[in-house]
C-alpha cells in the first residue's frame, strides 16, 4: 500500500490524549484482542459522526489487526484503519474443465488506497506511530486526519528536514529584488550544499548559505518567526534525511528565465558568474566563465 514510512504521525488531543477516540478504541484492541469486534464498532461509529458533510464521500470501510509487523526492527502488532470511496473493476479468471471462466468483479485497489492508517502499538504514551494515506479533495478538506484521527506529524528529523527546506524557499522567495533570480539560485543551491552534511541547525544555515551574501541576519530573524507561526523548534542540530528533500520544488527556485529566450539552470558557481548592463544596447546581460562544454 502506499505509505510512506518518513511521514509518521501521533494522536493528540487539545486537552488529554486519552480524550482522543480512536486512540481510546485502538488501546483498547491492543490490550485485549477479544475485543476486537465491539471496538471496531465504536470506531465506525465515531467515524460515521464525523462523516455528516454532504460532500463526503460514502464507502466501505475496514479494521483490521495486523500480527508481527516490523517497525524500525522490533516486531510489533498494529491496526489498520481503511475506507474505499471508489472501487475498481478487476478480472477474475477461473479454470473450469476444458477451458476458463472469466468474471468481472469490482473491489478496493490497494495501490491507489481512498483513505487508511497504520497504528503500531509502540510510543503508546506519546500517541504511537501512525503511517497515513489521505487522498483528499476539496470536499472532505481532510476530516480522516483533522476530524476523525486528529493527528499530527511527528516532529523527528525527516519532519524537521522538510521544514527547514520550506523556510529557507520561502526566505529566499520574500528577498527583496534587490538580490537577482542568480542570487537566489546560488542561495538555494548553498542550502542543498549544507544539506548534504551529517547533522545541521539554523546557526550552520545562517553561516554556510547566508552570511556569505550579508543575509545571514536577515536569515535567523526570518527562522525566528517561522518556528513561532509553525510551532515547531529546529535550533537543535538534528540528522538530515536527504529521502525528505522536495528537489523537484526546489528546481524552480535554481533556474533564471530571461524574457523568452533563455532558461538556465543555476547549480553552482557563483565565482564563475557576473552580471552587468550594456549602455549601447540598452540591456542587461550575464556573463558565464567555463573551461569545458559538455
Known amino acids: 500500500m502506499a505509505f510512506k514510512d518518513e511521514e509518521r504521525y501521533v494522536f493528540t488531543h487539545p486537552t488529554r490524549l486519552d480524550l482522543n477516540s480512536v486512540y481510546t478504541y485502538v488501546s483498547a484492541i491492543f490490550d485485549n484482542v477479544d475485543s476486537f469486534h465491539e471496538e471496531s464498532i465504536n470506531i465506525a461509529n465515531f467515524l460515521y459522526e464525523q462523516s455528516e458533510h454532504p460532500n463526503i464521500k460514502r464507502g466501505d470501510f475496514y479494521v483490521i489487526h495486523f500480527k508481527d509487523c516490523i517497525l524500525d526492527g522490533e516486531t510489533i502488532d498494529a491496526i489498520g484503519l481503511f475506507k474505499s470511496e471508489n472501487k475498481d473493476t478487476f478480472i477474475q479468471i477461473n479454470p473450469v474443465a ?7 468483479l469490482t473491489g478496493m485497489n490497494i495501490n491507489r488506497l481512498d483513505k487508511g492508517c497504520l497504528i503500531f502499538n509502540t510510543n503508546r504514551d506519546n500517541g504511537y506511530v501512525v ?7 476539496r470536499n ?3 476530516y480522516w486526519v483533522n476530524d476523525f484521527l486528529q493527528l499530527k506529524r ?10 527547514i527546506v520550506a523556510m529557507c524557499k520561502g526566505f529566499i522567495s520574500h528577498l527583496s529584488n534587490e538580490y537577482d533570480k542568480a542570487t537566489k539560485a546560488i542561495m538555494i543551491n548553498k542550502v542543498l550544499e549544507t544539506l548534504e552534511e551529517e547533522r ?3 546557526n550552520s544555515f545562517a553561516v554556510k548559505a ?3 551574501i550579508g543575509v545571514g541576519d536577515a536569515f535567523k530573524n526570518y527562522a525566528n518567526d517561522f518556528q513561532t507561526k509553525q510551532e515547531i523548534s529546529l535550533n537543535d542540530s538534528f540528522q538530515v534525511k536527504a ?3 522536495n528537489r523537484r520544488g526546489i528546481k524552480a527556485v535554481t533556474k533564471v528565465h530571461l524574457d523568452k529566450n533563455f532558461e538556465i539552470s543555476i547549480l553552482g558557481g557563483e565565482e564563475n558568474i557576473e552580471k552587468g548592463y550594456n549602455q549601447e544596447r ?9 573551461d569545458r562544454e559538455k
Open 243 to 245: 529521502e525528505s528533500i
Open 131 to 137: 503511517c497515513v494515506v489521505d487522498n483528499a479533495n
Open 200 to 202: 545541521v541547525s539554523i
Open 282 to 290: 540598452g540591456q542587461k546581460y550575464y556573463t558565464f566563465f567555463f
Open 154 to 163: 511527528c516532529e523527528d528529523d525527516y519532519r524537521k528536514t522538510e521544514q
Open 98 to 104: 476444458g477451458g476458463f471462466r472469466v468474471e468481472s
Open 140 to 142: 472532505d478538506a481532510k
Open 210 to 212: 547566508f552570511n556569505p
